[in-house]
């Protein structure tokens, strides 16, 4: 794990620049709506597992959430907390596994997970981690890489039709910003997993349904970001989507 957090600590900067890029400001503008809209107004305590560097943990700090950010990159921590200086944040550097011995059990009315969980060793595992910091009655947010989009995305815009057909069967798909080849997930798998482990789905959108099809972006044109926005709930396009956002209510009973 030491070696994979250097990966993360050399491209903090990087992730850092993707997030205010016109693709990265697209996906975290469509899950912060969805978000803030679970959410509900009374200020919450949130753990914010594989934060990055700290874009959606500071939003969310400045609706009056208490956030708690986990990764186990010391490079993005320390951006992370300077995205976050105006706020009074708790950082923990460890792997995402260690948080229910670190943190405790069902500490916190909400659990954020976005885009960690294609890195995972162990998806399921880190799934368990996830359910388990969750109080009875909180909401777990989990952003995945779709399956689905894989092969649309290496077809239209790699016009690379041997890959996409590969895809086609869920294989990791090549390497991204960190040089890391990233998994990607059947949805109607991880909802299964999600309901087996007594969580019900609140809400299910689709990030970057046409944008990611498009060419390179210059900006985030409004007209795109209201089209995005109004297709990520719909079927089928939520379901084409680059990524998927899972919102899940953990029962009381759990």
Known sequence: MAELAAVFDAKASAWQDYNTSAAGRLRHEIVRHHLLNNLGNAPLDVLDVGCGTGEMAADLAAYGHSLTLLDFSPGMLNLAKQRCADHAVRL???DATQAVEQLGPKTFDAVLCHSLLEFAPDPVQLVD?????????GL??????NRYHASLRSTF???DFARAL????GGPIGEDLFGLPRRTFDPDDTANLLHERGLRIAQEAGVRVFADLLPLLDGTPDDLMALELAVSTRLPY??????VLFIAVKEESK
């Not at 590969?166 to 069967?169: A, K, P, T, W, Y």
């Open 129 to 137: 981690v996830l359910v388990q910091m969750v109080r009875p009655g």
């Open 92 to 94: 923990v550097c460890t």
């Open 157 to 159: 815009i790699q016009h």
């Open 238 to 243: 939520r379901r084409m989507a680059r990524f």
């Open 166 to 169: 590969g895809e086609l069967d």
């Open 140 to 145: 777990l947010s989990l952003l995945i890489g």
